[in-house]
């Protein structure tokens, strides 16, 4: 297929600084109500004790391409730039879905587990579904943040036999080495600052955990967490098999299983994301994946790149200034029309 080449990414002016882009990015207004009210909640049992949430914008054309996004750290199928995804690759022809990851979305009732930077069975319940009751031709999967790390491990586990209608994978500001990106997170004022938001979704999830299963979470799971490594080494790693926080950082990275991925995939990164650096060893992961491609900009963030303008190239032009949101939209669109024009 043809490797495309896409707009340079120009930050807004004012949103130059790394923490201001990802603040930005995560608290500007966007004209997104409407759409969010057409959508279509629906369920899916993950196996007997749990159930996802995913919300649909479904095309006319039942054979439409679909594509599927899943969120990020205690985000939602309601964040915005699930929903400014969604809005954008729905205008262009597709069906989404936005999914919401177990004890996401307020389905902290569903299931009596928790999830990780490596739970595959949740997206694998959805694509299951989709394989097996949607006639689309053409499915691509992305990830933002954490999410992005669901969905490398869920299409690795598919190793060299993937479904022919999994088309391409895409990622933006994905941990690739959850020990590099844990280490940032616990240094400097404004990544404890983040680092302080996600523990305080992890303990409104908590709370309503204790209150649901008391028999698995006392009272007081929801209190006494510093950071990170003291709710991982608490919750996480036990639930997952590991022996404390520090061997799930790094047995769950998702750079030791890049190069398992037998689709193409787009990982979008900022070299100034405030906590999730690409080291060495991502790097080299992303070297030695020969399916993988990174497209990295200067400025962006995390979760940001909010452009000094919508981006116009000779094939494509941007339906806003969320850049990397747009450029997800693109690689898919472009790979399903390579895609249909090498099978015609």
Not at 89 to 105: E, P, Q, S, Y
Not at 150 to 155: G, P, Q, R, S
Not at 264 to 272: K, N, V
Request: glycine share 6%; proline share 6%; net charge negative.
């Amino acid at each position: 297929m043809e490797r495309r080449s896409f707009a340079p990414f120009y930050p807004h002016p004012l949103l130059r600084d790394r923490h201001v882009m990802t603040i930005a990015g995560a608290k500007l207004p966007r004209p997104m109500k409407l759409f969010v009210e057409l959508g279509e909640d629906f369920w899916l049992n993950v196996n007997a004790e749990t159930r996802i949430r995913c919300e649909a914008h479904w095309q006319p054309r039942y054979d439409a391409p679909v594509m599927i996004l899943v969120h990020g750290l205690s985000g939602s199928s309601a964040s915005p730039y699930m929903i400014g995804t969604a809005q954008k690759a729905f205008d262009a022809g597709w069906t989404v879905l936005r999914l919401n990851i177990r004890n996401c979305g307020g389905t902290e009732k569903e299931t009596p587990t928790l999830y990780s930077a490596h739970l595959t069975e949740d997206l694998r319940t959805v694509l299951d579904w989709v394989l097996r009751t949607h006639s689309a031709s053409s499915i691509c999967v992305a990830g933002f943040s954490l999410g992005g790390s669901i969905v490398l491990h869920t299409l690795a586990e598919y190793g060299e036999t993937p479904p022919d209608q999994l088309v391409a994978v895409a990622t933006c500001s994905t941990p690739l080495n959850l020990v590099a990106s844990t280490a940032e997170l616990h240094s400097g004022v404004m990544n404890r600052f983040y680092m302080k938001l996600f523990l305080d979704g992890f303990v409104r999830s908590m709370r309503t955990k204790s209150k649901e299963y008391p028999e698995l979470y006392p009272y007081d799971a929801s209190r006494g967490y510093r950071d990170f490594y003291t709710f991982d080494s608490q919750w996480t790693a036990p639930a997952f098999g590991f022996k404390d926080a520090n061997e799930y950082y790094e047995k769950a990275s998702a750079c030791h299983i890049l190069h398992k991925i037998a689709v193409p995939g787009l990982l979008i990164h900022a070299e100034d994301d405030p906590f999730v650096p690409y080291n060495e060893a991502s790097m080299k992961a992303i070297e030695e994946s020969p399916n993988m491609r990174l497209l990295m900009t200067k400025y962006g963030g995390h979760n940001g790149f909010f452009a000094a303008t919508a981006a116009t190239t000779e094939h494509w032009r941007d339906a806003d200034r969320w850049w990397a949101e747009n450029r997800i939209v693109e690689y898919f669109t472009g790979m399903v029309v390579a895609r249909s024009a090498a099978l015609d």
